[in-house]
């Protein structure tokens, strides 16, 4: 039961570190289309299409609403689109500026987070295999012991079977 306790432990610990690398995969790829777009919507209020497709380097109209939506959605800002005028009407946006300067820094914080976690990982991944062999080891040891059980078990059967064969 313990072994199986410390497999679920490190099953649910696999998930979770799983999940933290998607969220951070998340928050990376809507940081850049964030700190790419947004700190123009901080001084303009109006920000035209054509700037949007430059700035996020997207390829259709419908591929930079969508993420304009999502972040809406995600309440990244609060704005309008204005698809007839072929612009985004800007009522308030969340976070903060960051220079270019900074984002070394914040390439650096993010690759020694993702080394964390890979390290993180890997050590799970040992002592997952480290608790299957020790799970494998306490079966091999339950089977001999059931064995054994059922030789002595045989064994004192065929002595009470001769015992009372004698007695006869």
């Known amino acids: 039961m313990r072994v199986q306790m410390h497999c679920w432990f490190f099953s649910f610990s696999l998930w979770f570190v799983s999940v933290c690398c998607l969220y951070l995969l998340f928050v990376c790829i809507y940081s850049c289309f964030y700190f790419n777009c947004f700190p123009t919507a901080v001084w303009c209020k109006i920000v035209f299409y054509d700037d949007l497709e430059r700035m996020l ?84 040891e339950m089977t001999e012991h059931e064995e054994r059980v059922a030789l002595i078990k045989t064994n004192i059967e065929s002595a009470t079977h001769n015992t009372l064969m004698g007695m006869q």
């Open 57 to 140: 380097e997207t390829s259709s109209l419908r591929e930079l609403e969508d993420c304009v939506l999502e972040c809406i959605d995600k309440e990244l800002l609060m704005a309008k689109l204005d698809q007839r005028n072929r612009q985004m009407l800007v009522e308030w946006t969340f976070g903060r500026d960051v220079l270019e300067t900074d984002l070394n820094g914040m390439l650096a914080t993010l690759t020694k987070w993702q080394r964390n976690c890979e390290s993180t990982l890997k050590q799970l991944d040992r002592e997952i295999a480290d608790a299957n062999a020790r799970k494998a080891a306490r079966r091999n």
